[in-house]
Structures are given as C-alpha cells and as structure tokens.
C-alpha cells in the first residue's frame, strides 16, 4: 500500500502542477496571438515547463524530504535515476503530442487559450500514463 501511496502523492502533484501550468499557459497562449503559430506553440510551451517544473520540485522535495533522510544513499540514487528515466520518456511522449496539437489547433483557428488547454489536457493525460507505467515498470513505487 505504500508503494501505491507515493505513486498517488506524485499523481496529485502532476495534477497540481497541470491545473497552475495550464492556466498560465493559456493566458500566455492568448496574449500572443499576434505571433505565428509556431512561435506562439513554442513560447508557451516553454513558460508551460518552467512553471510545471518549479512547482513540481517545491512539491516533491515538500513530499519526500522526511522519506529520503532515513534512506540508504544507494537507494535514493537508484529511486532518482529511475525517476528521471520515468519523467524523460514521460516528456517525450508530452511534447510529442502537445507541440503537434497545440500547433494544428491554432491553425484550425481555435482561440489561442483554447487550443492551449485542450492541448495541454491531451497531453498531460498521456505524460501521466506514460510515467505511471514506468514506475510501476521500474518498481520504483
């Protein structure tokens, strides 16, 4: 059960961190709609990230740092690169549908905000699949 918990615990936080991300990236997706599409998708999605990725840090560290200091060193290691091995092909998967989506809906002509939270909901559902599957795959949680 405390295997399932952590992979829950970092669930949530995905969920947090999409929610914020989300919300920001399509407030910047509208407020640039006088750029071209592709640089419209690209800029977005890098703000997206750095948001996503500052949170998600804060939670994760808030989460974990009690666990990680009764751990063995070796352990906390083997858990971290498997997590980023996790994350990795997680973001892959993200960015090889969101970049894609968020594009061809601007080009569709969806209002900017909206083309960004379709997209971003599209592809967070896959990153979350994705990365849920390889840490249960890598036993991690």
Request: net charge positive; with cysteine.
């Amino acid at each position: 059960m405390k295997s399932n918990q952590q992979l829950l615990q970092i669930n949530r936080n995905f969920l947090i961190c999409f929610v914020v991300s989300a919300s920001i990236s399509a407030v910047i997706a509208q407020s640039l709609s006088d750029f071209e599409n592709h640089l419209n998708t690209t800029i977005t999605i890098i703000i997206g990230y750095v948001i996503y990725f500052g949170i998600f840090s804060i939670l994760f560290y808030f989460d974990n740092k009690k666990r990680y200091k009764h751990m063995d060193g070796g352990l906390i290691k083997k858990e971290i690169v498997s997590m980023i091995s996790s994350f990795g092909i997680g973001e892959i998967g993200y960015l090889g549908v969101r970049w894609p989506t968020f594009y061809y809906f601007l080009e569709m002509g969806i209002e900017p905000y909206a083309a960004s939270l379709i997209s971003e909901v599209i592809a967070t559902g896959c990153y979350m699949a994705i990365v849920t599957v390889f840490l249960r795959g890598t036993k991690t949680f």
